[in-house]
């Protein structure tokens, strides 16, 4: 019999509640202008991949990375996999100092986000598992200005055209994971994807007897995406206790449609500067493959590779990079390469120290840029690695991230972004459901 | 497990603490294909200059109370530009507290003191103020700047001359008598009900002469005022109630290209302007600007005509009463007036430019909306001859568009 424990799952809501407040500290910050990249303006805003707080460690190989207590969002197949009911909130802060071939000195921004929430439940432990997540699917937080003075017949002031580029697109997936025999793995997911991308140019002077000038340019789309994923596994290969999963996710082309506006003014108080304009973006597909290799519970290995032609994007309104009325497309194909390890000293020894319980990563990938301006190849090169660090809740776990890499080059037009990034995730793991047996 | 918690606080500070940060400059322009807009001037030039009637008011209190007046004007002028003139005034007064025993004390001089902050016309005019007692009550609320006050018989007559810093009426000793209860009387203020100041018609240019009213000032010196003497004391009744009755003569005659508008008259001006050329543009200034002859006023030898130093900008629906806008003031680097604070103007422009506002018509008028300002004959030499965009009234728009 299969009973509902109400004081685990009292404990497991305040748990979760913690971490959504947690999560609600860069949302906060978020309102008070923060800003990344400028290549965040291509497209649809620079894409972004959560699976989990272990992959983001390991160089983002997510798609055979197998766990009960992460759920990795990239392949709906591991969801399988899940003993317990699991919730995790991760959030990020970035710091980036960007430089280019014509100005002097650097621009430096600071950016918090939130990565990802998302809930797993074990419909059948080990056999059929339930996700429900919520994660970024990309992030536009560009801003580059320009001074200048204006005369007037009275008097010369100082004013700032600041172009500046906010919102993204949000995803919210929901999906099944089902364990096939052994070493089968299979499951699908549903993903709502919506959003607003803002183009902002905002003036402001020195002088207070001007107002700011706020013309916005705001995309909004929606449309719903599938994505199918599978793994095999393959156990005692080299020990008796040891795996070399092979995962292969494919998330299928969507069709956003949505309206496009041109704004004046700020928030509620906007004034439209011209008609609404229907229309539609079509967002390529995304194929991923990894492998990964656990050896006993102390070591694990992956690896990611991730295709998505951007060269097929199709959209009827213009975007960063796209405007196929003008001929305008700086769009290219985006490739990923990443891997990384994990080290748990203490492997399935409960009893060991903190320390020992600890687990440490590292990784590493590198990126070819959805976007190619003036044709020109844009790479991310980044280490990634972070620590696990257990709680005295079974099943909880404190993860601390960080990435440092670079983007791009000082060449041309190119910008190179040297960029850090920290990030803060909880994971919470509770067992739900308790079978008693009837003596 | 103290730790993770000590990690958790230190993050979650910095998070809150760093996301804020941001350094913006030029860097990655080069990569952003938007059309790159910048802050430019349009002037639009008035299409339409005209005149237009507005509702005067000169009455009003003398202690700061709304409605507020602290001048009364009295006098009687002929300009050729402007058009003639006369004013008559009206003051009441307020019984202070009197000092202990002043009522048994009979009242040996009564003199109303005028202190002269203002002259409009010829400053070496001399002419007689005729002083009568008003009959009735009367309000400064609501009065129109045309009614004439009840009055009995003439009580005094008193020459003033633009030379004279202080006018003084000394009321007959037969009227004192006959008024010796009523300044310590606590009916004063129902029983008496102020004076009349009447010019004479004066030979040659005359003069249009300015008294202030304002009870306020702390230099007692300075405030015209009732003087009720006994033999043992003098108590000074502050005027409260004010009123000049304004009126016009011959008009004037402009000089071409110039459009002369005369305070105390119930006259401003009235502003079109065609906005075709900068629909939906985003607007971050809008400036007013009256462009001003002053060669046509200030002092011409001996004729003064003051130039106003203060106007307000109302706009003017389709229907309904003009709303004020802001006020205008002299230009820094120019004779002109200018809106100064123009918040209200360019939210007004922005909401035309968008197809959002009624209003197509401005209107300068004399007094700020608040009127606080004292009545005056001001004038304002409006240059409207529109052969430069700087000789014609007109709005200075600061947007932002690509096409400067």
């Given at each position: 019999m299969t009973l509902f424990s109400t004081r685990r799952v009292l404990r497991f809501a305040g748990a979760c509640a913690a971490a959504v407040a947690l999560a609600g500290a860069p949302a906060r910050a978020q309102g008070l202008n923060n800003y990344g990249s400028v290549y965040s303006r291509y497209g649809l805003g620079e894409r972004t991949d959560f699976g989990s707080s272990q992959s983001e460690m390991v160089g983002g190989a997510q798609t055979a990375l197998r766990s009960t207590l992460y759920n990795g969002l990239a392949n709906p197949a591991l969801w399988s996999d899940q003993q317990i009911t699991t919730f995790s909130a991760a959030v990020g802060l970035q710091g980036i100092r960007s430089t280019d071939a014509t100005t002097d000195g650097a621009s430096r921004a600071t950016a918090g986000d939130v990565a990802g929430i998302q809930l797993g439940i074990p419909i059948l432990p080990t056999r059929l598992g339930l996700t429900l997540a919520y994660r970024p699917y990309s992030r536009v937080n560009y801003r580059a200005s320009i001074p200048g003075s204006l005369v007037t017949e009275d008097d010369t002031t100082a004013f700032a055209l600041n172009q500046e580029g906010a919102g993204g697109l949000q995803r919210i997936s929901g999906g099944l994971g089902l364990r096939l025999g052994q070493a089968v793995q299979i499951g699908a997911s549903a993903d709502v994807i919506f959003g607003t991308v803002e183009y902002v140019q905002r003036t402001t002077f020195e002088e207070g007897a001007f107002n700011e000038v706020r013309q916005s340019r705001s995309t909004r789309l929606s449309g719903i995406s599938g994505t199918l994923g599978a793994a095999v596994t393959a156990r005692s290969l080299a020990g008796d206790d040891d795996a070399l999963t092979l995962g292969l996710a494919v998330t299928l082309p969507t069709r956003l449609?949505?309206?496009?506006?041109?704004?004046?003014?700020?928030?509620?108080?906007?004034?439209?500067?011209?008609?609404?304009?229907?229309?539609?973006a079509t967002l390529p597909l995304l194929t991923r493959g990894g492998l990964s290799y656990r050896s006993g519970a102390r070591w694990t290995a992956a690896i990611d590779a991730l295709y998505e032609p951007w060269t097929s994007f199709e959209s009827t309104l213009p975007v960063g990079g796209y405007n196929e009325p003008a001929g305008l497309n700086d769009l290219r194909d985006r490739v990923r390469v990443g891997g990384g390890v994990e080290l748990l000293p203490a492997g399935r020894d409960r009893n060991a120290g903190l320390l020992a319980r600890t687990a440490y990563r590292l990784g590493a990938y590198g990126e070819r840029g959805l976007y190619a301006p003036d044709g020109s190849t844009v790479q991310t090169y980044a280490i990634t690695g972070g620590v696990?660090?257990?709680?005295?809740?079974?099943?909880?776990?404190?993860?601390?991230?960080?990435?440092?890499?670079?983007?791009?080059?000082?060449?041309?037009?190119?910008?190179?972004?040297?960029?850090?990034?920290?990030?803060?995730?909880?994971?919470?793991?509770?067992?739900?459901?308790?079978?008693?047996?009837?003596? | 497990m103290r730790v993770p918690a000590l990690v958790?606080?230190?993050?979650?500070?910095?998070?809150?603490?760093?996301?804020?940060?941001?350094d913006p400059s030029t860097v990655g322009l080069g990569l952003i294909d938007e059309d790159s807009p910048s802050p430019n001037v349009r002037v639009l030039t008035a299409a339409t200059v005209d005149t237009v009637k507005y509702d005067l008011v000169t009455s009003g209190l003398a202690d700061g109370s709304t409605p507020t007046q602290t001048r009364v004007l009295v006098g009687n002028v002929r300009d050729a530009l402007y058009g003639d003139a006369a004013s008559t005034a009206y003051v009441d007064a307020l019984r202070p507290t009197l000092p202990d025993g002043f009522d048994d004390r009979p009242i040996t001089r009564v003199t109303l003191e005028l202190r002269r902050e203002y002259v409009y016309g010829d400053t070496t005019a001399a002419f007689p103020i005729e002083l009568r007692q008003v009959q009735g009550a009367w309000s400064p609320t609501g009065l129109p700047p045309d009614t004439t006050l009840g009055t009995g018989d003439l009580l005094t007559t008193t020459t003033v001359s633009g030379t004279d810093s202080t006018v003084v009426f000394t009321l007959p000793a037969a009227w004192v008598a006959a008024n010796d209860s009523l300044f310590s009387s606590s009916s004063f203020s129902s029983s008496f009900e102020g004076f009349e100041l009447r010019p004479v018609v004066a030979a040659g240019a005359g003069a249009v002469f300015g008294f202030t009213a304002t009870a306020s000032n702390r230099i007692v010196s300075r405030r015209s005022v009732i003087r009720v003497a006994t033999a043992r004391d003098t108590v000074a009744f502050p005027l409260s109630e004010v009123f000049s009755r304004i009126t016009s003569g011959t008009p004037g005659l402009a000089p071409m290209g110039r459009r002369l508008v005369r305070a105390g008259s119930g006259t401003g001006i009235k502003l079109t302007f065609g906005f075709n050329d900068v629909l939906r543009l985003p607007l971050s200034q809008a400036v007013l600007r009256l462009?001003?002859?002053?060669?046509?006023?200030?002092?011409?030898?001996?004729?003064?005509?003051?130039?106003?130093?203060?106007?307000?900008?109302?706009?003017?629906?389709?229907?309904?009463?003009?709303?004020?806008?802001?006020?205008?003031?002299?230009?820094?680097?120019?004779?002109?007036?200018?809106?100064?604070?123009?918040?209200?103007?360019?939210?007004?422009?922005?909401?035309?430019?968008?197809?959002?506002?009624?209003?197509?018509?401005?209107?300068?008028?004399?007094?700020?909306?608040?009127?606080?300002?004292?009545?005056?004959?001001?004038?304002?030499?409006?240059?409207?001859?529109?052969?430069?965009?700087?000789?014609?009234?007109?709005l200075s728009l600061t947007v932002v568009s690509a096409d400067a």
């Open positions: 449609t949505g309206t496009q506006t041109l704004t004046l003014g700020e928030s509620l108080d906007r004034d439209t500067l011209a008609a609404e304009t229907e229309g539609s696990s660090v257990p709680n005295r809740i079974s099943g909880a776990r404190i993860d601390l991230g960080f990435e440092v890499g670079t983007r791009g080059a000082a060449e041309g037009a190119l910008v190179r972004d040297v960029f850090a990034r920290g990030s803060l995730t909880l994971n919470f793991g509770e067992r739900w459901f308790i079978r008693r047996r009837i003596e | 958790q606080a230190a993050a979650g500070l910095a998070l809150v603490a760093l996301s804020a940060c941001q462009p001003l002859d002053a060669s046509l006023a200030g002092t011409d030898g001996t004729f003064k005509r003051p130039l106003a130093r203060l106007a307000t900008v109302f706009a003017r629906p389709a229907t309904g009463a003009p709303q004020y806008l802001t006020n205008l003031r002299p230009a820094a680097s120019s004779a002109d007036l200018r809106t100064t604070v123009p918040a209200q103007l360019t939210q007004l422009v922005q909401g035309i430019l968008l197809g959002q506002a009624t209003f197509r018509q401005f209107e300068v008028r004399f007094t700020d909306v608040l009127q606080t300002a004292a009545v005056s004959l001001d004038v304002l030499p409006v240059i409207t001859d529109g052969s430069t965009p700087t000789t014609q009234p007109r």
